[in-house]
């Protein structure tokens, strides 16, 4: 098939259908700045799938037409001032666009960043609109002759600037057999990792493992982020996402929570870990170079050669050297990095070196941290000039080497090449944005900025940060510009190393699906394989997993799209390959609810580490093998002779393309933080060890990770004992499983819509180690436990029956995951039935699950003693009630920076015998007090709104029913009959409360309705209509759980109230009648909660004892209230203590 449309439109006639030109146009980014123009006329005019007439790509050359004409709001064009669109056509799915270039054109007047930003534009409105797989410009200068001349417009732009040589040193030496070196060099016995859940980490390891990846770098790039508007490029300073904020997501966002999965994947396999974006979540930092005071040398610092200045080297002009040694068969020098670290919590660490070809093929850097030390291994013969991720580790705050500090080693690698170690510098944290680019630093953390600017922390030249016209033009091509500079040549070959951009995808919103990329704007040796190899492996694993995600993976309808880009063209520099993986389309409610899904993001990131593989497989004769899954069924019990028996269940090959395990690492722990001192044992089938000389009477945590030739497996849940030499009474049971989008982390950076950004940190979402908060509070309470999933009760791996008390974690564990299956039910049953038995259980979403929605009413009831009364308490507070076993006690469960949000802890009321231990405060506050104008908007901002254009809301002094202001919305209804006067920022409230407003009323008969949106679903809710028949000011309240009211809008919700917060979202004010223009005073918007007194927690003694929790325990703020409280429940159930213990209690 072929459509073409060629020949001559006037300008008059393409503006009066687009409108004209108008400079300053509100637009930030050169991608997106006809968003106004495809809206207008493309959107309107087209839908997707339709039957396409010849005549239809007349919207292509129209828009083409105005790519030298529109400007954005700082005077650029998309392409130079001048230019023409000649026509537009599609043949064999592919879209070609020739334009005429003015003949006057001087040297940088086109160049790559004109060709990015048209072929972005062109693919993002037309490849879904008229279902083509490739778009190609095409360009002539004005004196070729009208129908000839026509050439492929990456023929005629200028090339960026080059890229600095590499640095050889001049007794250098290419590096022996590269692959074969490297898995030797990464199989030492002692150098294991144990890593995050699902892929997010390592939170801490041993040491990097040998895997398939091993001797590979692999460099990518987390698109977009934070970036300014540089006045140096004629900018106002200010600060913009490159992507829109919709769908609780934004791509910039998006793409760096995607990258921090597969950095642990890649770093399991064996890889060199090198990204354009910091990895980790740590906005405190600490860089020590080579020459602070707080960096140490062994035998002495002379003992080290200082080198000269040099740009390569880290550090400003005066500092930027560095010191080097000669490697030796034993250790016998070191440099060690021991910063004072502000907070104590998780850091990413990264190592600095200039890379040569004198360097040693592996040197060694040693992580020290709570979990004991890590060795990782770098090759900066090929690998250098920038930030190198040496993983995730746990610190405490201060300054102690002997847990808190990196050293580098002259220990040569036990196979490989000696030759000079590098001390230069070591950094801990990301920090917060520090670039100014005229108009201030952005306030955000660098992680949330664009790669340019950490790329110019990392003090990379000009010519990787700086290659184009403006910062977001820079932008593209700075990852892959970064790759380049950094690799240097050790023999691996143009296969030995890769680079993968990641981002997300935007159409209309009827897009779903991934899409591997390749440019036509250079030639790219194997691309077109790779870009392939990544989508058709991510749609068969995801295609594969879906089953268990809340909607099926979309398919694109294509592997891969091609098209101009920057990011994975000519910026490679012909050194490796690369491509651009579209993980799934982020303006599709479906797909933004999947990525949003942090399970969903690991699968994704899995997929790209196993696309890898198979490049290096078909390309550079790599192994075809993949790292096993983890291991589940964990469980750690005292062996009854003061060791610990630690069990799993076998890890087999899974069918999205994991092998078996060939063994596994069990990794120990003192603080349930940082692991490390693994135990390794052989064998699919080797399912136990017991671990012996351990400490008494301390609390000992574990993991589990699965091992083969390919790498490592991420790690089980954390199981944990408190050791002793006999019986154990307690045991505990993590049964919190649940990960999914709804526990996300709330960001509300600031932008101009004011939505709200899911961020997938799973240290915040379900970090599987609850049994620390558990555990040290019976610990602390003077008792011994252990632990297991609950996966090994419904497995009989456990038996409960060996223990007199049961704590059951179930955390917000809900429906859809079962917070006590069937079995668990019966297991639970039968262990109450027996004598002397106690059973604390906690959770938020138990009551809801088993009493509310039916699952096991009889059990709730009549077994853990309670009945649901709401779904969300309104609070985070509960106190012990008078009389009970928890009376004097107050705990908090308000989210902080470390714990999942509990936003809707059952209520909960004491049947069967049962009592109220705790109950939850009633709650009250201000919504708005209408001071400021904040982000209300002009009544015409909303589209509902029907009334002259005249009509305005401002804040007036007077009349004011409480504060300094008063909202005062001036109505002009010429013919219109409604407005909404709209604010979607104002905070949230609970859902069980009366909302109320006070209204200045104006007489005029006209009818008001306040608007509320529930935040778990957006919909849009309406109040009952008051008529404004008074004058002066009167209260307007909503009880939202019982007055009625009726859905605005919300498509896709329930079409009730579930969430358990709401959101002030606007006034609707209808005409009646009445006068034809007039004031209308909104003042005090407040709330108040319905949950006073409601009960929190219920215990029961009669055949057994029990205590139920309405929150999760784990969720209590403070470690001293903890230990109250689960001292309190042990000393209510007689769990026993030590005899000595005991006795002086009695007495």
Same mark, same amino acid.
């Given at each position: 098939?072929k459509?073409?449309?060629?020949?001559?439109?006037?300008v008059?006639?393409?503006?009066?259908?687009?409108?004209?030109?108008?400079?300053?146009?509100?637009?930030?980014g050169?991608?997106?700045?006809l968003?106004?123009?495809?809206d207008?006329?493309v959107?309107?005019?087209?839908?997707?799938?339709?039957?396409?007439a010849?005549?239809d790509?007349?919207?292509v050359?129209?828009?083409?037409?105005?790519?030298?004409?529109?400007?954005?709001?700082?005077?650029?064009?998309?392409?130079?001032?001048?230019?023409?669109?000649?026509?537009?056509?599609?043949?064999d799915g592919?879209?070609?666009?020739?334009?005429?270039?003015?003949?006057?054109?001087?040297?940088?007047?086109l160049t790559?960043?004109n060709?990015?930003n048209?072929?972005?534009?062109?693919?993002?409105?037309?490849?879904?609109?008229?279902?083509v797989?490739?778009?190609?410009?095409?360009?002539?200068?004005?004196?070729?002759?009208?129908?000839?001349?026509?050439?492929?417009?990456?023929?005629?732009?200028?090339?960026?600037?080059?890229?600095?040589p590499?640095?050889?040193?001049?007794?250098?030496?290419?590096?022996?057999?590269?692959?074969?070196?490297?898995?030797?060099?990464q199989?030492?016995a002692?150098?294991?990792?144990?890593?995050?859940?699902?892929?997010q980490?390592?939170?801490?390891?041993?040491?990097?493992?040998?895997?398939?990846?091993?001797?590979?770098?692999?460099f990518?790039?987390?698109?977009h982020?934070?970036t300014c508007?540089?006045?140096?490029?004629?900018?106002?300073g200010s600060?913009?996402?490159?992507?829109?904020?919709?769908?609780?997501?934004?791509?910039?966002?998006?793409?760096i929570?995607?990258?921090?999965?597969?950095?642990t994947?890649?770093?399991?396999?064996g890889?060199?870990?090198?990204?354009?974006?910091?990895?980790?979540?740590?906005?405190n930092?600490?860089?020590?170079?080579?020459?602070?005071?707080?960096?140490?040398?062994?035998?002495?610092?002379?003992?080290?050669?200082l080198?000269?200045?040099?740009?390569?080297?880290?550090?400003?002009?005066?500092?930027?050297?560095?010191?080097?040694?000669?490697?030796?068969?034993?250790?016998?020098?070191t440099?060690?990095?021991?910063?004072n670290?502000p907070?104590?919590?998780?850091y990413?660490?990264y190592?600095?070196a200039?890379?040569?070809?004198?360097?040693?093929s592996g040197?060694?850097?040693?992580?020290?941290?709570t979990?004991?030390?890590?060795?990782?291994?770098?090759?900066?013969?090929?690998?250098?000039?920038?930030?190198?991720?040496?993983?995730?580790?746990?610190?405490?705050?201060?300054?102690?080497?002997?847990t808190?500090?990196?050293?580098?080693?002259?220990?040569?690698?036990?196979?490989?090449?000696?030759?000079?170690?590098?001390?230069d510098?070591?950094?801990?944290?990301?920090?917060?944005?520090?670039?100014?680019?005229?108009?201030?630093?952005?306030?955000?953390?660098?992680e949330?900025?664009?790669?340019?600017?950490?790329?110019?922390?990392s003090?990379m030249?000009?010519?990787?940060?700086?290659?184009?016209s403006?910062?977001q033009?820079?932008?593209?091509?700075?990852?892959?510009?970064?790759a380049a500079?950094?690799?240097?040549?050790?023999?691996q070959?143009?296969?030995?190393d890769?680079?993968?951009?990641?981002?997300?995808n935007?159409?209309?919103?009827?897009?779903?699906?991934?899409?591997?990329?390749?440019?036509?704007?250079?030639?790219?040796t194997?691309?077109?394989?790779?870009?392939a190899l990544?989508?058709?492996t991510?749609?068969?694993?995801?295609?594969?997993?879906?089953?268990?995600?809340?909607?099926?993976?979309?398919?694109?309808?294509?592997?891969?799209?091609?098209?101009?880009?920057?990011?994975?063209?000519?910026?490679?520099?012909?050194?490796?390959c690369?491509?651009?993986?579209?993980?799934?389309?982020?303006?599709?409610?479906?797909?933004?609810?999947?990525?949003?899904?942090?399970?969903?993001?690991?699968?994704?990131?899995?997929s790209?580490m196993?696309?890898?593989?198979?490049y290096?497989n078909?390309?550079?004769?790599?192994?075809l093998?993949?790292?096993?899954?983890p291991?589940?069924?964990?469980?750690?019990?005292n062996?009854?002779?003061?060791?610990v028996?630690?069990?799993?269940?076998?890890?087999?090959a899974?069918?999205?393309?994991?092998?078996?395990?060939?063994?596994?690492?069990?990794?120990?722990?003192?603080?349930?933080?940082?692991?490390?001192?693994?135990?390794?044992?052989?064998?699919?089938?080797?399912?136990?060890?017991?671990?012996?000389?351990?400490?008494?009477?301390?609390?000992?945590?574990?993991?589990?990770?699965?091992?083969?030739a390919?790498?490592?497996?991420?790690?089980?849940?954390?199981?944990a004992?408190?050791?002793?030499?006999?019986?154990?009474?307690?045991?505990?049971?993590?049964?919190?499983?649940?990960?999914?989008r709804?526990?996300?982390?709330?960001?509300?950076?600031?932008?101009?819509?004011?939505?709200?950004?899911?961020?997938?940190?799973l240290?915040?979402?379900?970090?599987?180690?609850?049994?620390?908060?558990?555990?040290?509070?019976?610990?602390?309470?003077?008792?011994?436990?252990?632990?297991?999933a609950?996966?090994?009760?419904?497995?009989?791996?456990v038996?409960?029956?060996?223990y007199?008390?049961?704590?059951?974690?179930?955390?917000?564990?809900?429906?859809?995951?079962?917070?006590?299956?069937?079995t668990?039910?019966?297991a639970?049953?039968?262990f109450?039935?027996?004598?002397?038995?106690?059973?604390?259980?906690s959770?938020?979403?138990?009551a809801?699950?088993?009493?509310?929605?039916?699952?096991?009413?009889?059990?709730?009831?009549?077994?853990?003693?309670?009945?649901?009364?709401?779904d969300?308490a309104?609070?985070?507070?509960?106190?012990?009630?008078?009389?009970?076993?928890?009376?004097?006690?107050?705990?908090?469960?308000?989210p902080?920076t470390?714990?999942?949000?509990?936003?809707?802890?059952d209520v909960?009321s004491?049947?069967?015998?049962?009592?109220?231990a705790?109950?939850?405060p009633?709650s009250?506050?201000?919504?708005?007090?209408?001071?400021?104008?904040?982000t209300?908007?002009?009544?015409?901002?909303?589209?509902? @709104?029907?009334?002259?254009?005249? &009509? #305005?809301? !401002?804040?007036?002094? %007077?009349? +004011?029913h409480?504060?300094?202001?008063? =909202?005062?919305?001036y109505?002009?209804?010429?013919?219109?009959?409604?407005?909404?006067?709209?604010?979607?920022?104002?905070?949230?409230?609970?859902?069980?409360s009366?909302?109320?407003?006070?209204?200045?009323g104006?007489?005029?008969?006209?009818?008001?309705?306040?608007?509320?949106?529930?935040?778990?679903?957006?919909?849009?809710?309406?109040s009952?209509?008051?008529?404004?028949?008074?004058?002066?000011?009167?209260?307007?309240t909503?009880n939202?759980?019982?007055?009625a009211?009726?859905?605005?809008?919300?498509?896709?919700g329930?079409?009730?109230?579930?969430?358990?917060?709401?959101?002030?979202?606007?006034?609707?004010?209808?005409?009646?009648?009445?006068?034809?223009?007039?004031?209308?005073?909104?003042?005090d918007?407040?709330? @108040?909660?319905?949950?006073?007194? &409601? #009960?929190? !927690?219920?215990?029961? %003694?009669? +055949?057994y004892?029990?205590?139920?929790? =309405?929150?999760?325990?784990?969720?209590?703020?403070?470690?001293?209230?903890?230990?109250?409280?689960?001292?309190?429940?042990?000393?209510?159930?007689?769990t026993?203590?030590?005899?000595g213990?005991?006795?002086?209690?009695?007495?």
């Amino acid at each position: 098939m072929k459509i073409c449309w060629r020949g001559t439109l006037l300008v008059a006639a393409m503006l009066l259908m687009f409108g004209a030109p108008r400079r300053g146009a509100a637009h930030t980014g050169e991608m997106a700045f006809l968003d106004h123009l495809y809206d207008s006329h493309v959107k309107n005019s087209l839908s997707p799938g339709a039957t396409k007439a010849t005549t239809d790509t007349a919207v292509v050359r129209e828009m083409g037409s105005l790519f030298g004409l529109v400007q954005t709001k700082t005077g650029r064009t998309l392409l130079p001032t001048g230019t023409t669109c000649d026509f537009a056509e599609i043949a064999d799915g592919k879209l070609t666009v020739g334009f005429t270039f003015p003949a006057s054109l001087k040297a940088g007047d086109l160049t790559e960043v004109n060709l990015e930003n048209v072929g972005a534009v062109l693919t993002h409105y037309f490849v879904n609109l008229y279902g083509v797989y490739e778009v190609k410009a095409v360009g002539r200068f004005a004196t070729a002759k009208m129908d000839a001349g026509f050439v492929g417009m990456e023929k005629l732009v200028t090339p960026a600037p080059a890229l600095p040589p590499e640095t050889k040193a001049a007794d250098g030496v290419p590096g022996p057999e590269y692959q074969k070196l490297y898995r030797q060099l990464q199989s030492q016995a002692a150098a294991e990792p144990g890593k995050a859940f699902a892929g997010q980490g390592p939170i801490s390891t041993s040491g990097q493992p040998a895997g398939v990846l091993s001797g590979r770098t692999v460099f990518f790039g987390a698109g977009h982020g934070w970036t300014c508007n540089d006045t140096g490029n004629g900018g106002d300073g200010s600060w913009f996402t490159q992507r829109p904020f919709l769908l609780s997501m934004c791509e910039d966002y998006g793409n760096i929570d995607q990258v921090n999965f597969f950095a642990t994947l890649l770093f399991n396999a064996g890889a060199t870990v090198v990204c354009s974006r910091p990895l980790g979540y740590q906005t405190n930092e600490v860089v020590l170079d080579n020459e602070d005071s707080a960096v140490t040398y062994t035998p002495a610092k002379a003992s080290w050669t200082l080198s000269g200045t040099d740009t390569d080297n880290y550090g400003d002009s005066s500092s930027n050297n560095m010191r080097y040694i000669s490697t030796a068969a034993s250790e016998t020098a070191t440099a060690t990095y021991t910063p004072n670290i502000p907070e104590a919590g998780f850091y990413p660490v990264y190592c600095f070196a200039n890379a040569s070809s004198n360097r040693t093929s592996g040197q060694l850097y040693k992580v020290r941290h709570t979990g004991g030390e890590t060795q990782v291994r770098i090759n900066h013969r090929r690998v250098g000039r920038g930030w190198i991720w040496l993983g995730n580790y746990y610190f405490n705050a201060g300054s102690n080497s002997g847990t808190g500090s990196v050293q580098i080693s002259n220990l040569e690698p036990p196979a490989g090449t000696a030759g000079y170690v590098i001390a230069d510098a070591i950094r801990f944290g990301n920090g917060m944005g520090s670039i100014t680019r005229g108009g201030g630093v952005s306030g955000y953390a660098r992680e949330a900025e664009c790669s340019r600017y950490w790329l110019q922390q990392s003090e990379m030249p000009n010519t990787v940060i700086d290659a184009s016209s403006t910062d977001q033009n820079d932008n593209v091509s700075a990852p892959p510009r970064m790759a380049a500079y950094m690799r240097q040549d050790d023999g691996q070959g143009y296969n030995g190393d890769i680079y993968l951009g990641y981002h997300s995808n935007a159409f209309n919103g009827s897009a779903r699906g991934s899409v591997g990329l390749i440019t036509n704007a250079a030639s790219v040796t194997n691309q077109a394989t790779l870009a392939a190899l990544v989508s058709d492996t991510l749609d068969t694993e995801c295609n594969i997993e879906d089953a268990n995600w809340e909607y099926t993976w979309g398919a694109y309808g294509s592997s891969t799209l091609t098209s101009a880009y920057g990011e994975i063209g000519t910026g490679l520099n012909s050194e490796m390959c690369g491509t651009i993986i579209e993980i799934a389309f982020h303006d599709n409610s479906s797909d933004a609810a999947l990525l949003r899904d942090p399970k969903v993001r690991y699968v994704a990131a899995r997929s790209q580490m196993h696309a890898l593989v198979k490049y290096f497989n078909q390309f550079d004769s790599n192994s075809l093998a993949f790292p096993p899954e983890p291991p589940t069924r964990v469980r750690a019990v005292n062996s009854g002779s003061g060791g610990v028996t630690i069990s799993w269940a076998a890890v087999a090959a899974g069918s999205a393309s994991t092998d078996a395990a060939t063994g596994y690492r069990i990794y120990r722990s003192t603080d349930g933080y940082g692991f490390g001192n693994p135990v390794s044992v052989s064998g699919n089938g080797t399912v136990t060890t017991t671990i012996n000389g351990l400490t008494l009477n301390q609390v000992h945590y574990f993991r589990v990770a699965a091992t083969n030739a390919a790498g490592e497996s991420t790690p089980s849940e954390v199981v944990a004992v408190r050791l002793r030499n006999g019986p154990v009474p307690v045991l505990i049971v993590n049964g919190y499983d649940r990960i999914d989008r709804y526990n996300n982390v709330p960001d509300f950076p600031n932008n101009a819509s004011g939505s709200e950004v899911e961020r997938l940190r799973l240290q915040r979402n379900n970090s599987y180690d609850y049994v620390r908060q558990h555990g040290t509070a019976v610990a602390n309470a003077g008792r011994w436990f252990d632990s297991c999933a609950n996966e090994c009760v419904i497995n009989n791996d456990v038996n409960l029956a060996n223990y007199s008390t049961v704590i059951w974690i179930s955390g917000e564990e809900s429906s859809g995951d079962s917070t006590f299956n069937s079995t668990e039910r019966t297991a639970i049953t039968n262990f109450l039935a027996l004598s002397d038995r106690n059973l604390f259980v906690s959770g938020s979403e138990i009551a809801y699950d088993l009493d509310s929605l039916g699952n096991a009413q009889t059990f709730y009831r009549n077994t853990l003693r309670a009945q649901y009364v709401s779904d969300s308490a309104s609070a985070y507070q509960a106190t012990g009630v008078t009389g009970s076993i928890l009376a004097g006690i107050s705990a908090d469960f308000s989210p902080g920076t470390t714990m999942y949000d509990v936003e809707s802890a059952d209520v909960l009321s004491a049947v069967n015998g049962s009592s109220a231990a705790m109950s939850y405060p009633s709650s009250s506050g201000t919504v708005d007090n209408l001071d400021a104008i904040g982000t209300w908007q002009d009544p015409n901002y909303s589209g509902q @709104t029907t009334a002259n254009a005249t &009509s #305005t809301f !401002a804040i007036v002094s %007077s009349p +004011t029913h409480q504060g300094t202001g008063s =909202g005062d919305l001036y109505y002009d209804w010429g013919a219109g009959t409604r407005i909404r006067e709209f604010n979607n920022t104002v905070n949230t409230f609970p859902s069980n409360s009366i909302f109320s407003v006070w209204v200045y009323g104006d007489n005029s008969g006209n009818t008001l309705r306040v608007m509320l949106r529930d935040t778990a679903d957006t919909e849009l809710f309406q109040s009952s209509p008051v008529t404004l028949n008074f004058t002066g000011w009167q209260q307007i309240t909503w009880n939202i759980p019982s007055d009625a009211s009726t859905e605005f809008t919300g498509a896709g919700g329930d079409g009730v109230i579930t969430g358990p917060n709401m959101r002030f979202d606007s006034m609707l004010l209808d005409r009646n009648g009445g006068p034809a223009t007039g004031n209308l005073y909104f003042d005090d918007a407040t709330y @108040t909660g319905l949950g006073g007194s &409601s #009960t929190a !927690a219920v215990q029961y %003694s009669g +055949t057994y004892k029990l205590v139920t929790f =309405g929150f999760p325990f784990e969720a209590i703020a403070s470690a001293t209230t903890r230990d109250q409280v689960m001292s309190a429940i042990l000393n209510f159930f007689g769990t026993p203590l030590p005899v000595g213990i005991a006795d002086w209690q009695l007495e």
